[in-house]
């Protein structure tokens, strides 16, 4: 694996969790770390938009992020101001041009992401019409030295649990590795980096701990990243339109093994399975049990 994070999980950040007591099975006293979450409520120059809970850290990606997301912030919107409260639990991104999202707002739709993720009615506006980068290429080599840095990763999901977790990467470098209560959020935060620091998206790959529901499929393909890899399984939906996007889907990715299930022809296959350790029962996660 060559090179670093340029942004990982902070783990001893004591913000994002907390020490509680209690008692275990045996009835005996224990300490226990969890992840905190509050409420961040996001403004779109003078209007509300959305609260959202998030243990909070990175508001400003996450705002940006979740606005480019939900096809509120346009590829010319130029962004002149990003403002936090943290004593308020406000971020207010600011913009050139006027927006009013009045109608939009009305139309939403609860997804099956984790703590209530919400998008609105016409979030797959243009869905149809992207075009994911056909030469973009995942050799297997790359994906099992993902699979086995982001793992051993230090993390907020190691320490306390509860959480979900997303990641950029390119060719075999893990860029940037983003932790929340939902995995929509990691996803937004992400997003919102690339938004800020103008990164192209038709050479990365994406990796998240969750499913592969279709609200992960349609943020992947808006954000033009060809190749979408998960931990976990499938949902019918999520197949059926990475297929239609012709996005590289690939699931239960764990150790030596995974399945792509769509956009086959990215995989080059340098590095066979038998060359791979499969990795330890200590090193599992949520999410990592093979299905039935």
Same mark, same amino acid.
């Given at each position: 694996?060559?090179?670093?994070?340029?942004?990982?999980?902070?783990?001893?950040?004591?913000?994002?969790?907390?020490?509680? &007591? $209690? @008692? #275990?099975? %045996?009835?005996?006293?224990?300490?226990?770390? =969890?992840? *905190? +979450?509050?409420?961040?409520?996001?403004?779109?120059?003078?209007?509300?938009?959305?609260?959202?809970?998030?243990?909070?850290?990175?508001?400003?990606?996450?705002?940006?992020?979740?606005?480019?997301?939900?096809?509120?912030?346009?590829?010319?919107?130029?962004? &002149? $101001? @990003? #403002?936090? %409260?943290?004593?308020?639990?406000?971020?207010? =991104?600011? *913009? +050139?041009?006027?927006?009013?999202?009045?109608?939009?707002?009305?139309?939403?739709?609860?997804?099956?992401?984790?703590?209530?993720?919400?998008?609105?009615?016409?979030?797959?506006?243009?869905?149809?019409?992207?075009?994911?980068?056909?030469?973009?290429?995942?050799?297997?080599?790359?994906?099992?030295?993902?699979?086995?840095?982001?793992?051993?990763?230090?993390?907020?999901?190691?320490?306390?649990?509860?959480?979900?977790?997303?990641?950029?990467?390119?060719?075999?470098?893990?860029?940037?590795?983003?932790?929340?209560?939902?995995?929509?959020?990691?996803?937004?935060?992400?997003?919102?980096?690339?938004?800020?620091?103008?990164?192209?998206?038709?050479?990365?790959?994406?990796?998240?701990?969750?499913?592969?529901?279709?609200?992960?499929?349609?943020?992947?393909?808006?954000?033009?990243?060809?190749?979408?890899?998960?931990?976990?399984?499938?949902?019918?939906?999520?197949?059926?339109?990475?297929?239609?996007?012709?996005?590289?889907?690939?699931?239960?990715?764990?150790?030596?093994?995974?399945?792509?299930?769509?956009?086959?022809?990215?995989?080059?296959?340098?590095?066979?399975?038998?060359?791979?350790?499969?990795?330890?029962?200590?090193?599992?996660?949520?999410?990592?049990?093979?299905?039935?």
């Amino acid at each position: 694996m060559s090179g670093s994070y340029v942004l990982q999980p902070d783990p001893e950040d004591s913000r994002l969790s907390t020490s509680v &007591t $209690g @008692i #275990d099975q %045996d009835g005996q006293p224990v300490e226990t770390r =969890v992840v *905190t +979450e509050k409420p961040l409520t996001l403004y779109l120059n003078s209007q509300e938009v959305v609260t959202m809970m998030t243990i909070g850290d990175h508001p400003d990606l996450l705002a940006v992020g979740y606005l480019k997301n939900q096809n509120m912030l346009a590829e010319d919107d130029v962004i &002149t $101001g @990003i #403002d936090h %409260d943290d004593d308020l639990d406000v971020v207010v =991104v600011r *913009t +050139e041009r006027e927006t009013n999202f009045e109608e939009k707002l009305k139309k939403k739709v609860r997804t099956s992401g984790c703590a209530q993720g919400t998008v609105f009615g016409d979030v797959m506006d243009g869905f149809d019409t992207v075009q994911l980068a056909e030469d973009a290429r995942l050799n297997t080599s790359w994906l099992y030295a993902l699979t086995k840095t982001i793992n051993t990763t230090p993390s907020l999901y190691l320490e306390a649990g509860a959480i979900h977790g997303c990641v950029l990467c390119q060719h075999d470098r893990a860029l940037v590795y983003m932790e929340d209560v939902g995995r929509h959020n990691a996803v937004d935060k992400i997003a919102g980096w690339m938004v800020l620091n103008d990164i192209p998206a038709h050479d990365k790959i994406f990796y998240t701990t969750g499913r592969l529901t279709s609200e992960m499929v349609i943020k992947t393909v808006m954000m033009g990243i060809p190749i979408l890899v998960s931990r976990s399984g499938f949902t019918a939906w999520g197949v059926e339109l990475a297929r239609k996007a012709g996005l590289t889907l690939i699931g239960r990715a764990r150790g030596k093994r995974f399945v792509a299930l769509s956009g086959h022809d990215r995989i080059v296959f340098d590095m066979s399975a038998s060359d791979v350790e499969d990795e330890p029962d200590t090193a599992r996660r949520k999410g990592s049990v093979p299905a039935e």
